[in-house]
């Protein structure tokens, strides 16, 4: 059994109302940040968990808490993102709607940390229902004294405020991000400067997921090292994986950072294995973004030792062998799957997000999606598969915001690791277009 | 802006006190962060997001009217022309599809006589293409205002269009 941080009390009854969600020892760890430690104190603690951003990048929380500028008289601001756009992950919905005071507890400690008086929490617009949700849950912690002037009689003042977003992937970026709460067009801006120096309203600004700030009242709680002790080696505690496609039980699961890949999708206490009488063919181990691979390379390294569930062991091999733990979003693909149709959808998602401001990006995508529609309907041709790779190539590293390596990685390493599909797709174009129709070479199942 | 045509609708007392306190929200001079809370607000109100609609927030956050437009249009969740009653939204992205999700959109289609982009001739429903929902377990997934509707097959599909027409 794996430790849980997050998820311990998920299934209590009531846990979304403040006085189930107190009685089950809620709240304790702002009582304790706010009466027995200083702000750096809590700073401090978060540095030693170890803990990184949950959102993708892996970036260690404590560690941008730390580069905050605190200029004299100007105001800062945290603010959580809860723009959860990448396909394959739901975790943030699950945990918001049903423990959101966890979130508000995490963002009046994590506020106090970084001396914010009001935050932000972004949610992505068409999960208004879980807005009501949170804004109800904020007004239950308001009135028990836990928000507002003053808290616990601490001097500290915060208010939360809760943002709905308007539907676009991008403003899951996060200079995107604060664009769109400042009531523009989500436009990633150029970095430098930072958002630690000047985000929001121009003002030195903490981005953070809703997962990180999550993990926040339990490191408090029961301290920065026993955090760290959680885990395997830099990837410490817990993550929350979303796990969806071909596997037995679909859902949200907490795991301990280090569980082996093949454990997890066939073990019971997760996805419970591939569903009956298929095998796995392919992995997205963390979001539509990082690279997939074939089977054996999900559960395996290159080496022949078991992959584990951590950042270091899913990008063992970099891109040559490996992926990345990304946003935890686990797309489990069985032999029924086509690579090219898949490669095709993500592509095309990338193209429609794509916010257009650098050419590499927007004409980029525009090409991939156009070419792989051309060789899913059967009207490909060899050197389409070289054009692709090329095009990848031009946008990776190349744009001003990361969504468009996420494009590029997605069909790169489709290519890398399912060259023979897409050839069979061009040589067999009446084959290939046939409702349901997967190629069924000399793939590795498991 | 004396050549500008009076806003012809408002928001209700209710939503217009909402409004308020929405804008209060935001530090001093900082009232444009309003704008997309106010959007939905104003598609909640109307069903989609009017040109008349668009020129009353821009009144209230104190803004030009091109600049509420530009921002509508730059998101997918505002409608920018009439949409039937139910506007139904089902996501197109790839788990939801691993799921049975084309097939199961096909027939949605096919059941209401659209294809998606479109509205139903009794105006009823309106089907848009969407991107991930954050619901990728539960695939394949449509959302109908802010109701989400999980686990689809086409029976469930027959079974929610028979009671959104009685
Ligand atoms: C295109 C794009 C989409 C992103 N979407 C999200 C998102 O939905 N949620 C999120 O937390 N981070 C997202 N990120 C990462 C954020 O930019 C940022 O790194 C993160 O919110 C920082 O929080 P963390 O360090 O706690 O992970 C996205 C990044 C890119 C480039
Ligand atoms: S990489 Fe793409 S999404 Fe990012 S700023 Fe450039 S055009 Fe926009
Ligand atoms: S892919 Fe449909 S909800 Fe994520």
């Known amino acids: 059994m794996g430790k849980k941080i997050l998820t311990e009390h998920i299934n209590v009854a009531g846990i979304e109302t403040f006085d189930v969600y107190r009685k089950q020892g809620g709240y304790t760890a702002v009582e304790k940040a706010l009466k027995t430690m200083t702000p750096e104190g809590v700073v401090e603690e978060v540095k030693k968990a170890g803990v990184r951003g949950r959102g993708g990048a892996g970036f260690p929380m404590g560690m941008k808490w730390s580069f905050l500028a605190k200029p004299e008289g100007v105001p800062r601001y945290l603010v959580c993102n809860a723009d959860e756009s990448e396909p394959g992950t739901f975790k943030d919905h699950y945990l918001m709607k049903n423990i959101p005071h966890l979130l508000i507890e995490g963002m009046i400690i994590s506020s106090f940390a970084l001396g914010a008086n009001t935050s932000f929490i972004y949610v992505r617009g068409e999960l208004m229902y879980v807005i009501r949700i949170l804004e109800k849950a904020i007004a239950e912690a308001k009135a028990a004294g836990f928000l507002g002037k003053n808290i616990l009689g601490s001097g500290y003042d915060l208010e939360l405020v809760v943002q709905p977003g308007g539907g676009a992937y991008i403003c899951g970026e996060e200079t995107a991000l604060l664009e769109s709460l400042e009531g523009k067009r989500g436009n990633p801006r150029n970095k430098p400067p930072f958002p630690a120096v000047k985000g929001l309203y121009q003002c030195p600004t903490v981005v953070n997921n809703v997962e990180s700030i999550a993990t926040t009242s339990w490191i408090v709680n029961n301290g920065g090292d026993a955090y760290a002790g959680i885990g395997i080696g830099r990837s410490t505690g817990t993550k929350l994986i979303s796990a969806s496609g071909h596997i037995k039980k679909p859902g949200v699961y907490e795991i301990e950072l280090g569980v082996p890949v093949e454990e997890f999708i066939y073990s019971d206490e997760w996805c419970g294995g591939i569903r009956d009488g298929h095998h796995l063919k392919a992995l997205v181990a963390g979001g539509s973004s990082v690279p997939i691979l074939p089977a054996e390379l999900s559960l395996k390294l290159a080496n022949g030792d078991p992959r584990l569930m951590s950042y270091e062991s899913l990008s063992e091999g970099g891109f040559q062998t490996g992926t990345m733990l990304g946003s935890g979003g686990f797309i489990v693909f069985d032999e029924t799957a086509c690579i090219v149709r898949n490669t095709w959808n993500f592509s095309r998602f990338y193209h429609h997000e794509s916010c257009g401001q650098c050419s590499p990006c927007r004409e980029g995508t525009g090409w991939m999606e156009k070419v792989l529609h051309r060789i899913e309907h059967g009207h490909g041709s060899m050197h389409d598969i070289d054009l692709l790779v090329d095009v990848a190539k031009k946008i990776e590293g190349n744009t001003i915001c990361p969504l468009g390596d996420a494009a590029a990685w997605p069909v790169a390493s489709a290519i890398r690791h399912f060259r023979d599909e897409f050839e069979w797709h061009i040589t067999n174009p009446f084959e290939a277009t046939q409702p349901g129709a997967v190629y069924q070479g000399h793939m590795a199942l498991v | ?166």
């Open chain 2, 1 to 166: 802006m004396t050549t500008e045509a009076k806003p012809t609708i408002a928001f209700t007392p209710e939503r217009l006190t909402l409004a308020k306190e929405i804008i209060a929200r935001y530090p001093a001079g900082k009232q444009k962060s309003a704008l997309l809370p106010l959007l939905h607000l104003l598609q909640e109100q109307e069903g989609w997001t009017s040109p008349e609609g668009m020129d009353m927030v821009a009144s209230l956050l104190d803004i030009q009217p091109i600049e509420v437009f530009e921002v509508a249009s730059f998101y997918t969740m505002y409608h920018l022309d009439p949409v039937g009653k139910h506007v139904i939204e089902y996501c197109r992205t790839g788990p939801c599809c691993l799921m049975g999700g084309e097939e199961v959109y096909a027939h949605l289609k096919q059941t209401l006589g659209i294809e998606a982009g479109q509205t139903t001739a009794d105006g009823l429903f309106t089907v848009k293409e969407v991107e991930c929902l954050a619901a990728c377990g539960m695939g394949p997934v449509f959302q109908i205002r802010e109701q989400y509707y999980t686990h689809l097959t086409n029976e469930r599909v027959d079974e929610i269009i028979r009671d959104l027409s009685a």
